[in-house]
């Protein structure tokens, strides 16, 4: 007469590879501020150096600091490119994948 219930509601990719292929979006804001935050550190006597120019020269602050602006950018724009936040989140995709295999391994010992 009609279809089954299991034959209308299968899922031609749930028998293969289920793995993990993407990040949700909080997984991928969390590597993009995990990045930052490396950037930060990295760059951290830059950022002081700028920071404390700026503090010193409130009006002329553009015209005064702009050298140590530069260098801060450029140190924070040398961390925080696309490859090393591509590098983050293949990182992140593999970890997520092992635990994913882990749990799927421990499913089938039970």
Known sequence: MGKSTE????NPFFGKASEVH???RGEEEACFKELKGKALKHCDD???DFVNCSKEHNITVM?????KL???NNCLNEWTTREELDKLKLEKLAAKRAEQ???SQQQQQQ
């Open 7 to 10: 034959a209308t509601m299968h």
């Open 46 to 48: 830059l950022v002081k």
């Open 101 to 103: 295999r882990q749990q």
């Open 63 to 67: 015209w005064t600091c702009r050298q």
């Open 22 to 24: 993407a990040l949700t």
């Open 70 to 72: 530069k260098d801060m």
